[in-house]
T-cell receptor, first 111, second 114 residues
Framework: GQSLEQPSEVTAVEGAIVQINCTYQ??????LSWYQQHDGGAPTFLSY????GLEETGRFSSFLSRSDSYGYLLLQELQMKDSASYFC????????????FGSGTQLTVLP | EAGVAQSPRYKIIEKRQSVAFWCNPI?????LYWYQQILGQGPKLLIQ????????DSQLPKDRFSAERLKGVDSTLKIQPAKLEDSAVYLC????????????FGPGTRLTVL
């Protein structure tokens, strides 16, 4: 099975940089995804890492270290609209390639 | 491109009653997923379809939950009978066949069991 750990809450101010960490334990690892979910909204895809290293998409970057079973999501130039829950999710190597989500990190951006 | 559609958006039922949720995935998406999201937790996969076949239903409580995708497009998820602990948001998602990266989620159905 899989288990993921991420902080439950993070608070930062507008314009700042914040890093949300995710550690995982899995019997078979295929990749690490990040999703954003606003209150009452649907999860939306942010990024996916299958290989070690940093992936950058605008203000958001995601990093993966397979040897450390660790990844993070980096949010730069924080905006109020970035206040949301952020979930890391691992994809396993089974035939279904199912996603297992962490419990989420509630990010609050203060003015 | 239209997104994933779900209905109803909200449902309140008494325990031991039955309830059904409907999902229409993005056109052309062969893979369809049903997730359960309890307040304060991440989505948990209940069942995954590839076209009209079940790929994974290992976490579906089959004594009370059932799902079908008869024509490989729309899907329904049913709970019969409901328990208090079934109170959650039920999310439907879809993805292109073979796309291992991005799943597109619908707005969800918020179920309250009293």
């Amino acid at each position: 099975g899989q288990s993921l750990e991420q902080p439950s809450e993070v608070t930062a101010v507008e314009g700042a940089i914040v890093q949300i960490n995710c550690t995982y334990q899995t019997s078979g690892f295929y990749g690490l995804s990040w999703y954003q979910q606003h209150d009452g909204g649907a999860p939306t895809f942010l990024s996916y890492n299958a290989l070690d290293g940093l992936e950058e998409t605008g203000r958001f970057s995601s990093f993966l270290s397979r040897s450390d079973s660790y990844g993070y999501l980096l949010l730069q130039e924080l905006q109020m609209k970035d206040s949301a829950s952020y979930f890391c999710a691992v994809r396993d190597q089974g035939s279904a390639r199912q996603l297992t989500f962490g419990s989420g990190t509630q990010l609050t951006v203060l003015p | 491109e239209a997104g994933v559609a779900q209905s109803p958006r909200y449902k309140i039922i008494e325990k031991r009653q039955s309830v059904a949720f409907w999902c229409n995935p993005i056109s052309g998406h062969a893979t369809l997923y049903w997730y359960q999201q309890i307040l304060g937790q991440g989505p948990k996969l209940l069942i995954q379809f590839q076209n009209n076949g079940v790929v994974d239903d290992s976490q579906l409580p089959k004594d009370r939950f059932s799902a079908e995708r008869l024509k490989g497009v729309d899907s329904t998820l049913k709970i019969q009978p409901a328990k208090l602990e079934d109170s959650a948001v039920y999310l439907c998602a879809s993805s292109l066949a073979g796309d291992l990266n991005e799943q597109f989620f619908g707005p969800g159905t918020r179920l309250t069991v009293l």
